[in-house]
């Protein structure tokens, strides 16, 4: 049982370049969400998709695309990569969507850019 | 000033200790609590889950939520070196809002 899976685990970038981080996961879980950790300031919600065929934004934006491709999949895009995305991005998943949930989380992607 | 503040560590104890984390928030509204355990190199993982105030008991780990105080611990008792991980508290008011997420607090468990 895959739950939650994440590609790629590590990646470096030069500033301008861009990526495409890709989540899927196999729990027919309703809703996806795509976080970054950082140092002293714990995880924050980038994008969230409640259902399939929508997106809101979270907390830090701005920077970032994403796309639910289908119920499984959610990918996040970065067009211009900076410094200040250097970091660990996780994706997770969850049943409904109601925020008191339990949140399932990929194993992460270290991101650095340079 | 934080929603959630949490002290990020290290704490180093001796194995077979009791454990206690901590973290404090801002915000009244928050009734659903939750902490999260992560491994080096790994997402986080939901250990324990709250609703509103009390005390909820899973083996050798308790969860303590004093809402007046707006105070919850994670308790840990009879530590293990497999319990070393970062702990992160996580909270929301619930209705569709998003979790809420402390910095984590790194335990390292010696033998």
């Known amino acids: 049982n895959a739950g939650v899976t994440q590609t790629p685990k590590f990646q470096v970038l030069k500033t301008g370049q861009s990526m495409t981080l890709q989540c899927a996961q196999d729990?027919?879980?309703?809703?996806m969400y795509w976080y970054r950790q950082d140092p002293g300031m714990g995880l924050r919600l980038i994008y969230y998709s409640a259902s399939e065929g929508t997106t809101d934004k979270g907390e830090v934006p701005n920077g970032y695309n994403v796309s639910r491709l289908n119920k499984r999949e959610f990918s996040l895009r970065l067009e211009s990569a900076a410094p200040s995305q250097t970091s660990v991005y996780f994706c997770?998943?969850?049943?409904?969507?109601?925020?008191?949930?339990?949140?399932?989380f990929g194993s992460g992607t270290q991101l650095s850019v340079l | 000033q934080k929603e959630v503040e949490q002290d990020p560590g290290p704490l180093s104890v001796p194995e077979g200790a009791i454990v206690s984390l901590n973290c404090t928030y801002s915000?009244?509204?928050?009734?659903?609590f939750m902490w999260y355990r992560q491994y080096s190199r790994k997402g986080p993982e939901l250990l324990m889950y709250?609703?509103?105030?009390g005390n909820k008991e899973d083996g050798r780990f308790t969860a303590q939520v004093d809402k007046s105080s707006k105070y919850i611990s994670l308790f840990i008792r009879d530590s293990q070196p497999s319990d070393s991980a970062t702990y992160l508290c996580a909270m929301t008011p619930g209705g569709g809002n998003k979790l809420t997420f402390g910095t984590g607090t790194q335990l390292k468990v010696e033998l």
């Open positions: 997770a998943s969850s049943a409904t969507g109601t925020g008191n949930e339990k949140l399932f």
């Open positions: 729990m027919n879980h309703n809703s």
């Open positions: 915000n009244s509204a928050f009734q659903y």
């Open positions: 709250t609703y509103s105030s």
